[in-house]
């Protein structure tokens, strides 16, 4: 299974790289303004925050539902080429590949932690990083039109439903036993912990400018395309270095890791803000993605894995919430930004890693 997951995570994530490096500057080329491209790109994560109430009226993510998954983020990858230069087409057919993500990923997310465990899930989620390094530089050879880029997309959502369909079929743990016999223990509330997901709201919202515009961003401070794809892949060999080495901070305090990181991730945000022009700072400033993302994402889902025992529901809620409700702020506002007053940018993103790191603290006191 271990291999099938790695498989699975590589391809994933060559996606996700395609979907998030190339495509606002696919769009742009096509010739979408900063705020449209705000708006494609924020359906999606609100898609993702709304979903996860489903399970709370009795939704089951079960096999079946994660293969139709799987179809709907084939059918979402596929409908951009038809739809790519209308509005309206192009945002059903993202939100439709929104969908079938907002399910994919928990549901690998915790069979990984059932099956590898906190400590080597960072040496089999570094193949998603792999994979996310290796379609930049493949890509960035090849992105001679707007839809050749659409073209590695579905490619790469049907290399990933093929991997996700095998791990589908071999899995037979039903996410609706997780909890055994005792459902009064598997009841989930976000109560308890709201300065927990007020600060993984707050994270995924300073990421915004960076995930939306980072391409478009660098490229007009007069930065290559090729540069700018290097920018993206040295901030990856980061992360793999950390998902490779993190098996021992994960034994320490997970709750004061997550206030390191996203404090780690400010310093990154005002650095990108004040030296756009600057190669030395936006590499060193890429360097901390090990901490921002690599780091902080296994600390977070860790923390959940164990403070609740509706395991898979607490994952859903965390992509929810922060990829889903904070990436929808976070896209929207951040192409109302960068339209309207660009050289705020990626202060705004310091301005919320910094909340995040008020609330993460007030959670550990």
Same mark, same amino acid.
């Given at each position: 299974?271990?291999?099938?997951?790695?498989?699975?995570?590589?391809?994933?994530?060559?996606?996700?790289?395609?979907?998030?490096?190339?495509?606002?500057?696919?769009?742009?080329?096509?010739?979408?303004?900063?705020?449209?491209?705000?708006?494609?790109?924020?359906?999606?994560?609100?898609?993702?925050?709304?979903?996860?109430?489903?399970?709370?009226?009795?939704?089951?993510?079960?096999?079946?539902?994660?293969?139709?998954?799987?179809?709907?983020?084939?059918?979402?990858?596929?409908?951009?080429?038809?739809?790519? &230069?209308?509005?309206?087409?192009?945002?059903?057919?993202?939100?439709?590949?929104?969908?079938?993500?907002?399910?994919?990923?928990?549901?690998?997310?915790?069979?990984?932690? &059932?099956?590898?465990?906190?400590?080597?899930?960072?040496?089999?989620?570094?193949?998603?990083?792999?994979?996310?390094?290796?379609?930049?530089?493949?890509?960035?050879?090849?992105?001679?039109?707007?839809?050749?880029?659409?073209?590695?997309?579905?490619?790469?959502?049907?290399?990933?439903?093929? *991997?996700?369909?095998?791990?589908?079929?071999?899995?037979?743990?039903?996410?609706?036993? &997780?909890?055994?016999?005792?459902? &009064?223990?598997?009841?989930?509330?976000?109560?308890?912990?709201?300065?927990?997901?007020?600060?993984?709201?707050?994270?995924?919202?300073?990421?915004?400018?960076?995930?939306?515009?980072?391409?478009?961003?660098?490229?007009?401070?007069?930065?290559?395309?090729?540069?700018?794809?290097?920018?993206?892949?040295?901030?990856?060999?980061?992360?793999?270095?950390?998902?490779?080495?993190?098996?021992?901070?994960?034994?320490?305090?997970?709750?004061?890791?997550?206030?390191?990181?996203?404090?780690?991730?400010?310093?990154?945000? *005002?650095?990108?803000?004040?030296?756009?022009?600057?190669?030395?700072?936006?590499?060193?400033?890429?360097?901390?993605?090990?901490?921002?993302?690599?780091? *902080?994402?296994?600390?977070?889902?860790?923390?959940?894995?164990?403070?609740?025992?509706?395991?898979?529901?607490?994952?859903?809620?965390? *992509?929810?919430?922060?990829?889903?409700?904070?990436?929808?702020?976070?896209?929207?506002?951040?192409?109302?930004?960068?339209?309207?007053?660009?050289?705020?940018?990626?202060?705004?993103?310091?301005?919320?890693?910094?909340?995040?790191?008020?609330?993460?603290?007030?959670?550990?006191?």
């Amino acid at each position: 299974m271990s291999v099938l997951i790695a498989s699975f995570y590589f391809f994933y994530f060559a996606l996700i790289g395609v979907h998030v490096i190339f495509v606002p500057k696919i769009l742009s080329m096509v010739g979408y303004a900063p705020a449209a491209i705000g708006v494609i790109f924020a359906s999606a994560p609100l898609v993702r925050f709304a979903i996860p109430f489903l399970f709370l009226r009795g939704f089951k993510l079960s096999q079946k539902t994660f293969f139709s998954a799987l179809i709907l983020m084939g059918l979402g990858a596929a409908g951009f080429y038809p739809a790519l &230069e209308h509005f309206w087409p192009l945002l059903m057919a993202n939100i439709l590949f929104g969908i079938g993500l907002a399910l994919i990923l928990p549901y690998i997310e915790v069979i990984a932690l &059932e099956q590898i465990g906190k400590e080597r899930y960072g040496k089999i989620r570094l193949f998603g990083s792999f994979g996310f390094i290796a379609i930049a530089l493949v890509l960035v050879k090849y992105l001679s039109t707007p839809y050749v880029g659409i073209a590695f997309l579905i490619v790469m959502a049907l290399i990933t439903m093929f *991997f996700g369909a095998l791990i589908g079929w071999r899995e037979r743990h039903s996410p609706s036993d &997780e909890c055994g016999a005792s459902h &009064e223990e598997c009841r989930f509330s976000i109560r308890n912990h709201i300065p927990l997901w007020i600060g993984f709201f707050l994270m995924q919202v300073s990421f915004g400018p960076f995930y939306n515009f980072f391409t478009i961003y660098t490229t007009d401070h007069g930065v290559s395309l090729d540069t700018t794809v290097w920018l993206w892949s040295f901030g990856v060999i980061a992360e793999i270095i950390m998902f490779y080495f993190q098996g021992k901070l994960l034994r320490r305090n997970l709750h004061a890791l997550l206030w390191i990181t996203a404090f780690i991730t400010t310093l990154r945000w *005002f650095l990108v803000a004040l030296f756009p022009n600057s190669l030395v700072v936006l590499f060193a400033s890429q360097s901390l993605h090990a901490f921002s993302f690599a780091l *902080f994402h296994t600390a977070a889902i860790s923390v959940l894995f164990s403070l609740y025992k509706a395991r898979r529901l607490s994952q859903q809620f965390f *992509f929810g919430i922060s990829y889903g409700l904070g990436g929808f702020v976070g896209a929207l506002g951040a192409g109302v930004v960068y339209q309207y007053a660009p050289a705020y940018l990626f202060i705004a993103g310091a301005i919320a890693a910094l909340g995040a790191t008020l609330a993460f603290l007030m959670n550990n006191r």
